[in-house]
């Protein structure tokens, strides 16, 4: 038997033979710490910091705490994301249509990238980004917050106008 070998059969074993020792309300979520939610439960609200008609479900965690989270974005066909950052890392999964995106400073359709189902995308803190749907479109984000975004053009955040 190699020394890996050997260390992987000694990390398993130990694994399994350790306690569990958090504190199942120290868990974030209610009873035994699972969490299963089917797409026809999920709450669909407007979002603050993008412009209608996209849609947000919070599926896991405050957006405005250092904690994990999980949300969905409903976007009909033809949204635009204007070129935008986010404070922390940025994982996007496509569950339905077609999102193009691209990085960047300023928007431009012919630099995107199609990502249909299944595609998935990783963005770093504070590079700039920007897409749109090319067919109504689901994506799912994850990441660990506090989540936010601010607009490159401050003109672009539907925060800032009147209307």
């Known amino acids: 038997m190699t020394y890996v070998h050997s ?7 130990a694994l399994a033979a350790a306690p569990l020792t958090a504190d199942m309300a120290d868990l974030p979520y209610s009873g035994d710490g699972h969490m299963m939610v089917t797409a026809d439960e999920l709450v669909w609200t407007d979002i603050a910091s ?14 405005s705490k250092a904690e994990p989270f999980t949300f969905r974005l409903r976007l009909p066909a033809g949204y635009r994301i204007e070129p935008h950052v986010h404070p922390a890392y940025e994982r996007v999964t496509i569950l339905a249509g ?13 630099a995107t990238r199609p990502l249909g189902p299944g595609g998935f995308a990783v963005m770093p803190p504070g590079a700039p980004m920007f897409g749109y749907a090319a ?12 989540w936010g975004i601010d607009y490159i053009d401050p ?5 800032l106008r009147d209307d």
Do not use: S, W, Y
């Open 155 to 159: 003109a672009d955040d539907p925060r």
């Open 98 to 110: 077609e999102l193009r995106f691209a990085h960047g400073r300023e928007f431009d359709r012919a």
């Open 135 to 146: 067919e109504d479109t689901v994506i799912q984000l994850h990441g660990t917050g506090p």
């Open 7 to 13: 260390f992987l059969l000694f990390t398993a074993a």
């Open 50 to 63: 993008m412009a209608a008609p996209a849609k947000i479900a919070v599926i896991e965690g405050d957006l």
